[in-house]
Structure formats: structure tokens, C-alpha cells
């Protein structure tokens, strides 16, 4: 790799899971779960990976390109919604820079936004990464989105109403603006403008943007870096919210649980009959109780949300978002998933890795962007051009997924055994020379390395 490299970060949080197609569960209605249970799927199951569909079987997958927008801890989000508190970042895949997209502009008539799913298609149809930007090859089709099957709003937020987007996987983008030839950053700032590609610009989303000017949304993979928020709440509430369901301690087992099997096996309309009253059933039921240990749980609740905050500052996404900034060229590798709780997007979730390039800000060097072709997203790429990119990308993410996680400074040995056991081949061959004692020095190896042990000369 002739680029000069700065350090791979490694993410410590990774609390998801995802699901395959076939396995997906929406948000259940009121009338399908009682609210103790439709609150335990959510707090434990779907925000923790439930929403996370499978789009290369669980594996991960790797996108170099230039980090487009920073999305801070936080940003955007209020209320109960401020419960997903992971970094996020947004990367415009190679070979594209966001100085290409000014041949988009102006927009059509009567719009102040480009629109924006061709401008997706063009980059998913000629970016050799284009792919990371739509759904998998399937049999089996995306379940709907939460904006399109109309799942409760509160506490996910208020449904879309159906025909504004792209189903099942609409996408986003991050909004710059065209201006005098060029492409700029809306907000001139780090900050979240994240554009669901639905969505138009000028509105009350959008608040800090200017009533005038031409937009871009810049196709993006989105990437998000976990914070530990969600998990640490639903250890703290699920002993709670079990007990308003009745269940036996260490088991499953809920009258409710049990009302619901049964109905499972009962036709049309009487298993949905039966669904509503065993749900009703639970809720009176869980009045009481959830009175009575209302002190405790609010107690609980809210020390699992501030602790866990705390936690992440320090340990988990606090560290990795001092270190990306917009316009650092990247290589990130992640689980690749679509997120059906929001309008339907692919993302890498959770990030394993960050390699950050050491080039310019937004500056692709030419081994992912060879010097010659007119960089136009409208228009295909010659296919040499094409080849280059594909072998560069497969070598760097090679490289990259060959170096292990950093030591865990808690640990005598430096990794856990976790971590040692989810290395793979290629991590133990390079975690093996690393332990090697002439490989072990800190300042120079003229300082304090050794040479290497000579095999003794063979017996005559």
C-alpha cells in the first residue's frame, strides 16, 4: 500500500445481532402483545438487532471512501429516541469525491433538491462499490420498513405515510449544496445532516439551512459505531418487565406466553380474538404490579442510561469519534444489514475496523481513483479502470482484516480469550509474529528489541 496509513481503530462495542430475511419481526400491535411484552421485544430484541436484517449471512463487509458527514452521540435525536446513542459516520464510496457530484445541479424545476434516488442508482450502478448501497441477492424479499408497514410511532417515532419512498430499501444520503460550480457542505460544519431520500430539505427537519439554495443528497454508506445505551437498559428494565408479565423466574413461561401459543393454532379471526384478549388480560394484570415497582424500575431505568453514556465516553465511542473527521478517506470493515427502523437502509452495523488514509481532506488516492476517466457518476467507468479499483479494494481490505484488535489494557495477556477466539486465521498468523520476543520492543528495536533466537548449530 503505497498511501501512508494511520493507526486501525477498532471499536470496542458491538451489542447487535441480525436477523435473517425470512426470521424478521415487526414492532407487534397493541392488540397482538400485551405492553410489558411488546416493550421487552423492543427494549431487548429490536432495537438490539431485531431491525437488523442479514444481508451477507451475519459476515462483514468492507467500503474505502471519504467520510461525507459525522454524526455526533446524540444528534437528532430526543426523548426516548436518544436511547440509540451510537457514533455514526457516512462514507461517499470510492473512486467518487463530493466535487464530482456538481454535474447534478441544478435541480428540476420547481425543486430545490436533485433528486435523489437517481443519483443513488447512478453511483450503486457504476461504483465497483455500488453494491454496499442496495439490497443483497435474495430469493426472499426485504420484509417492509417501519415507515411503510405503519408500526407504532411512539416510542420509534412517527410512521411515513406510504408512497413517498422507495420500498423496501430507500436509502440516504448526506445534503450538500450546489453552489457557484462546486459542491459544498450544507452546514459548513460537522453535524448531522444525514437526508432520508424521501424526505425534502426545506422543511421543519431542517431548520438551520437557508429558505434558498440547490441541494445534493451524496450517496452514502452508512456506518455506525455502537454505544453500549440500549444494552445496559434492557438488563436493568427486563427483570421488571418480566415480572409484569407474570413469568417464572429463570424461564420463558407467562400465562400470557402460553394464552398466545394457544391462539397461534386457532383460525381466522378467532386466533386474532383470542391474541387481543390474552393481551388485554396481561395488561390489567400488570397494572399492579407495575405501580408497585414503579420507584424501583424509574431508579433503574435512569441509572442505566446515564452509567451506560459515561461508559461510552470513556471507553467505547467517546475515543473513536475524536478520531474521524469529515473529509478522512477511510477503510471500514462491519457487518453488513439493512435497518427496517427507519425507511429501509443499508449500513455496516456494527463497525469492526477504521483504517484511516493518511491523504489530503477528500482527496481518493489513485490507486482506488486512477488517474484518466472523467469521474462523472452519470456515466460508467471503463472496465481496466474498474479492475484496478476492484484489485486495489481487495488487497487493502485484505490487509486490513488481517491485523488483530488492540490489546485489552485490562488484560495480563493483552487480548481476552474472546477476543482470541473470534480471531480469524489470518489475525492469529499476525497475532503469532507479534508475540514473537524480537518483535516485542516499544521504543526502537536498537533500544530495547533482541535479536532473534538462532536455531543451535546440529550435532556432529
Request: hydrophobic share 40%; proline share 12%; glycine share 8%.
Amino acid at each position: 500500500m503505497a498511501t501512508p496509513t494511520g493507526p486501525i481503530i477498532s471499536p470496542p462495542g458491538q451489542y447487535t445481532h441480525c436477523v435473517d430475511r425470512k426470521n424478521y419481526r415487526d414492532v407487534p400491535g397493541l392488540f397482538d402483545e400485551g405492553i410489558p411484552t411488546m416493550i421487552e421485544f423492543i427494549l431487548c430484541e429490536y432495537l438490539l438487532g431485531g431491525k437488523l436484517v442479514c444481508l451477507a449471512g451475519g459476515a462483514d463487509r468492507c467500503a474505502i471512501g471519504v467520510v461525507a458527514s459525522v454524526e455526533q452521540v446524540g444528534a437528532g435525536k430526543e426523548g426516548f429516541n436518544a436511547i440509540d446513542n451510537d457514533f455514526s459516520f457516512n462514507v461517499v464510496v470510492a473512486p467518487y469525491t463530493p466535487e464530482d457530484f456538481r454535474v447534478y445541479g441544478p435541480p428540476a424545476a420547481g425543486h430545490n433538491i436533485v433528486e435523489p434516488h437517481q443519483v443513488r442508482d447512478d453511483v450503486a450502478a457504476h461504483s465497483p462499490q455500488g453494491f454496499l448501497l442496495l439490497d443483497a441477492a435474495s430469493p426472499t424479499s426485504l420484509p417492509a420498513p417501519v415507515d411503510q408497514s405503519g408500526a407504532p410511532g411512539p416510542p420509534l417515532g412517527s410512521s411515513q405515510p406510504q408512497g413517498t419512498a422507495t420500498w423496501p430499501n430507500d436509502g440516504y444520503g448526506v445534503l450538500w449544496e450546489l453552489k457557484d460550480g462546486h459542491v459544498v457542505d450544507a452546514k459548513r460544519i460537522e453535524g448531522d445532516n444525514l437526508h432520508k431520500l424521501y424526505d425534502r430539505p426545506i422543511n421543519k427537519d431542517w431548520p438551520d439551512l437557508p429558505t434558498s439554495g440547490d441541494y445534493v443528497a451524496l450517496p452514502v454508506i452508512h456506518c455506525e459505531c455502537e454505544g453500549s445505551r440500549i444494552c445496559f437498559v434492557c438488563q436493568a428494565m427486563k427483570p421488571f418487565l418480566e415480572a409484569m408479565q407474570g413469568k417464572i423466574p429463570g424461564t420463558d413461561f407467562s400465562p400470557s406466553a402460553a394464552c398466545h401459543a394457544v391462539a397461534k393454532w386457532l383460525p381466522w379471526p378467532l386466533n386474532k380474538l383470542v391474541k387481543a384478549v390474552c393481551s388485554f388480560v396481561e395488561d390489567i394484570v400488570a397494572i399492579p404490579i407495575a405501580l408497585a415497582l414503579a420507584p424501583a424500575a424509574a431508579a433503574a431505568f435512569a441509572t442505566a442510561w446515564e452509567t451506560a453514556q459515561a461508559f461510552d465516553d470513556l471507553f467505547v465511542t467517546g475515543p473513536v469519534a475524536k478520531q474521524i473527521h469529515t473529509g478522512d478517506l477511510v477503510i471500514v470493515t462491519g457487518r453488513w444489514a439493512w435497518d427496517a427502523g427507519h425507511s429501509g437502509h443499508t449500513e455496516l452495523h456494527p463497525v469492526k475496523t477504521i483504517q484511516k488514509l493518511e491523504t489530503p481532506p477528500f482527496v481518493v488516492p489513485p490507486e482506488v481513483r486512477p488517474a484518466g476517466p472523467d469521474y462523472d457518476p452519470r456515466k460508467p467507468l471503463p472496465a481496466p479502470v474498474i479492475d484496478d479499483i476492484i484489485e486495489a479494494h481487495d488487497r487493502w481490505c485484505h490487509l486490513v482484516s488481517e491485523a488483530p484488535p488492540p490489546p485489552d489494557p485490562r488484560h495480563p495477556e493483552g487480548l481476552t480469550p474472546p477476543q482470541l477466539g473470534a480471531l480469524t486465521p489470518g489475525q492469529l498468523a499476525v497475532h503469532g509474529e507479534q508475540q514473537r520476543p524480537e518483535n516485542t520492543w516499544e521504543i526502537h528495536p536498537l533500544i530495547d528489541g533482541c535479536a532473534p533466537a538462532r536455531d543451535p548449530d546440529p550435532i556432529r
